[in-house]
């Protein structure tokens, strides 16, 4: 039922009409109060349909009345456009409900308001039926001032809509910008339950911190007809962020059709879907007449491998896409087992790609520095390279885990050179083999650490307290601590900021000899963090830390702390020093295997014996590279040590160090190193 009562600019231009209406002129923004008779018949149920201005509206703060609007149970609340904007704090979307922007209408973000880390202009949390329409509207926010750490706490998460595990979504023709955050973000609110049903169509996502838009966890959703621009402030940067954060959330059925990102810091389409695993739900993306221009790279798609389960399955399409002007390599496909998901590009093209960087391929592959399986899945169908350069061949493979095969590359790529006739190349084998050597590593045997125990590899040396490890591990990171029974132990764990994310708390747990498992006290976020406790147990105990950003250091005043890597290798972020290893006696060979993060983020390595020689040195480290050595005396256990050093040319942020055939075990000082209990000093 729609009410008899006219909207505010209805009255605006009417007629006096009985004193109920209020009559204001087109021009005013002015307070205007509640239309109370008009209220009553929606409380009433006699509207289903109801203008905001009912409830009132105050040009400086006009949240109260836009949120009992949305609370009314209106199905359609229409928001008007008086002559000023809507200046709201946050506010709670409801269910079935059409929620209609008149065109021109603003709604602004209160300044001075959004100190909340997660404090969205618009929220909703479990909802179904939600539509969004506004056409010739705007949802705008302060992006300036969330990132003015003088006047905000530092965070990503202040979107100008954010929904998490809802229903029946839909978005049509608004422009949103200025976020702290993202444009829009689909997430979870309750594990196991994405965001379905939903469509975002004709919207414009401009000048938005983190991404235009963001997914988590999304099935059957529907991006058409999108301009996602301009996106700066705090990384990825990205025009849009295909980007789980747990392997039971999912990316089903998700299209994106005629949607342009430009001119983006980050990627224009991001796809990192390393926490999905091969017992998630397989994936289902396509991209279909998609344009990127003027972004850092026009695709990046990242999987990764799950040590216990696998790849993530599924298919990720391109069709009849365009790749232009990206500022580094066109398409980036990641670390993607060829078990995992299968990569088609059809009728695609990538045009003028890193044209500054002659190092770079417009397409690349690159295997990880985990990567342990076949790198593949991958399909060219009528592609096209458009490169001024020429560059032959016009994709490249960067092998940073030193022994990645490929497996399943093929297809069709022609390459055009200027204005000349494009030449076409069909993938087979060996032409692969010619365009994409990649060393392979001599196979060395993981050292068993499963049951191993640990003690003082020089038990009559004290460690120097003021000798503070500096070591920054990145993301799950593990150390060990050596504590006797009875004695009471202590530690710090150090959690330092990545870029301009502020850590958040980080889970610790602490893991005896035997394997018990206590679960300590989060950190308090960026800092320090003081721990202490009463063995129970003699030995070294595993210190398991997991910063989902920034990185942990920890540090034990006078007692034992040594890296420890039993699983995967070091990530290490900005770390430069002296790291001392142990080599059991009866090893004939081992080696130490160092590798970059991308082109840019290098690293310099130098590998020493027990006396202190150089055995292998590099500068400059960006696809792995493995130091194999000897011991000088098999019959007896020693102590080696790496040096870690900025690189003379990149930057010195993300690396990785392996230590094959031996404990994985590094102390920055030989008086803490630890080895596996009964080998010789």
């Avoid at 010739?136 to 300036?144: D, E, F, H, Q, V």
């Avoid at 290893?581 to 130490?592: D, L």
Wanted: charged residues 20%; contains cysteine; neutral net charge.
């Amino acid at each position: 039922m729609k009410c008899t009562w006219l909207s505010a600019l209805q009255m605006a231009t009417a007629l006096p009409v009985a004193a109920a209406c209020l009559v204001l002129p087109a021009h005013a923004v002015d307070k205007i109060p509640p239309n109370q008779p008009a209220l009553a018949e929606v409380a009433a149920g006699k509207c289903r349909e109801a203008y905001a201005a009912w409830w009132g509206f105050d040009p400086a703060d006009a949240t109260a009345a836009l949120q009992a609007a949305i609370n009314s149970g209106a199905r359609k609340v229409i928001v008007e456009n008086l002559g000023a904007p809507w200046v709201v704090n946050k506010l709670e979307l409801a269910g079935n409900q059409e929620l209609v922007f008149a065109p021109g209408v603003v709604v602004q973000a209160k300044r001075g308001a959004f100190h909340g880390k997660s404090d969205s202009l618009f929220a909703a949390t479990l909802q179904t039926n939600i539509t969004l329409t506004g056409r010739g509207a705007t949802l705008r926010m302060w992006k300036s001032d969330y990132d003015d750490k003088a006047q905000y706490t530092h965070a990503e998460w202040r979107h100008v809509l954010c929904f998490k595990s809802c229903a029946g979504v839909q978005v049509t023709g608004l422009t949103l910008a200025d976020s702290g955050g993202d444009g829009i973000y689909l997430g979870v609110a309750r594990r196991g339950v994405p965001c379905s049903e939903v469509t975002i169509r004709d919207v414009n996502c401009t000048n938005n911190y983190r991404q235009g838009i963001s997914v988590i966890s999304a099935r059957n959703l529907l991006i058409e007809n999108c301009t996602l621009t301009d996106t700066w402030g705090t990384a990825p940067e990205a025009g849009i962020d295909f980007e789980p954060n747990h392997e039971g959330e999912e990316l089903f059925n998700c299209v994106m059709r005629n949607c342009v990102s430009a001119n983006n810091r980050g990627d224009a389409f991001t796809f990192y879907l390393r926490p999905l695993r091969g017992d998630s739900r397989p994936i289902s993306i396509r991209l279909e007449d998609c344009r990127a221009e003027g972004c850092r790279r026009s695709v990046a798609f990242i999987t990764g491998q799950d040590e216990a389960t696998g790849a993530v399955k599924g298919t990720m399409e391109f069709r009849n896409c365009t790749f232009t002007g990206s500022r580094l390599a066109g398409v980036v496909i990641g670390d993607k087992p060829a078990a995992g998901v299968r990569v088609n590009l059809r009728d695609c093209t990538v045009i003028n790609a890193a044209t500054n960087d002659t190092a770079q391929a417009p397409i690349q592959f690159s295997s990880g520095a985990n990567t342990a399986e076949e790198f593949g899945a991958v399909h060219f169908e009528r592609c096209t390279v458009r490169d001024p350069l020429g560059r032959l061949p016009p994709l490249a493979y960067h092998d940073m885990s030193g022994g990645a095969g490929l497996r399943d590359i093929g297809g069709v790529i022609a390459l055009q050179r200027s204005n000349e006739t494009a030449k076409v190349y069909q993938l087979t084998p060996a032409l692969l083999a010619e365009w994409l050597p990649h060393t392979t590593f001599k196979p060395i045997a993981k050292f068993a650490t499963q049951g191993v125990r640990y003690e003082s590899a020089l038990p009559l040396a004290q460690p120097d307290a003021k000798r503070r490890c500096t070591a920054r591990q990145r993301g799950p990171s593990e150390w060990l601590l050596w504590a006797e029974a009875g004695r009471p132990a202590a530690f710090t764990i150090l959690i330092r900021q990545v870029g301009k994310a502020t850590p958040t708390p980080a889970p610790v747990h602490l893991v005896a000899p035997s394997g018990a498992v206590t679960k300590l006290l989060d950190t308090r976020g960026p800092g320090e963090t003081a721990y202490e406790f009463r063995p129970t147990e003699t030995g070294a105990y595993t210190i398991q830390c997991a910063p989902r950003i920034g990185t942990a250091t920890v540090n034990a005043a006078g007692q034992r702390v040594c890296l420890y890597a039993p699983r995967t290798p070091l990530h290490l972020l900005s770390t430069t020093g002296e790291y001392f290893f142990w080599v059991p006696a009866g090893t004939k060979e081992f080696a130490v295997k160092v590798a970059g993060d991308n082109a840019a983020e290098r690293v310099k390595a130098v590998l020493r014996d027990p006396t202190g020689k150089p055995v292998a040195e590099e500068d400059n480290i960006v696809q792995a590279r493995q130091f194999v050595a000897a011991p000088l005396q098999s019959a007896r256990g020693e102590i080696w040590s790496l040096r870690l050093d900025k690189p003379a040319a990149g930057v010195h942020e993300d690396f990785f160090v392996q230590l094959q055939g031996i404990p994985p075990v590094l102390a920055h000082i030989k008086e803490a190193l630890l080895k596996p209990a009964g080998g010789t000093p």
